[in-house]
Nanobody, 119 residues
């Protein structure tokens, strides 16, 4: 089992920035990738960004150039730096962990953290 705990969500004005953190614990040897999904009210959950154990990253088109996923292996923590935030970025953001081969398959999920972009 892998446990994930997100932090860093909150209310921010359009154009602002937030940095989300995800601390991991447990059987982290069982995973080779971690990512962030988000779910806005009335919408399906969507993949925002993923990072592999080798450092490869992928992003949703809607966040490319604005969001950056990174990891600190010593701290077993993954981050999502979000810049130039837009109201449409408002959602619950979930940290997840799993397997990446040709695609990303999350097995474990955090409980989520709310991000609200509003003036």
């Amino acid at each position: 089992q892998v446990q994930l705990k997100e932090s860093g969500g909150g209310l921010v004005q359009p154009g602002g920035s937030l940095k989300l953190s995800c601390a991991t614990s447990g059987s982290i040897f069982s995973i080779n990738a971690m990512g962030w999904h988000r779910q806005a009210p009335g919408k399906e959950r969507e993949l925002v960004a993923v990072i592999t154990s080798g450092g490869r990253t992928n992003y949703a088109d809607s966040v490319k150039g604005r969001f950056t996923i990174s990891r600190d292996n010593a701290k077993n923590t993954v981050y999502l730096q979000m810049n130039s935030l837009k109201p449409e970025d408002t959602a619950v953001y979930y940290c997840d962990a799993g397997s990446y081969r040709s695609s990303y398959y999350p097995y474990y999920w955090g409980q989520g953290t709310q991000v609200t972009v509003s003036s």
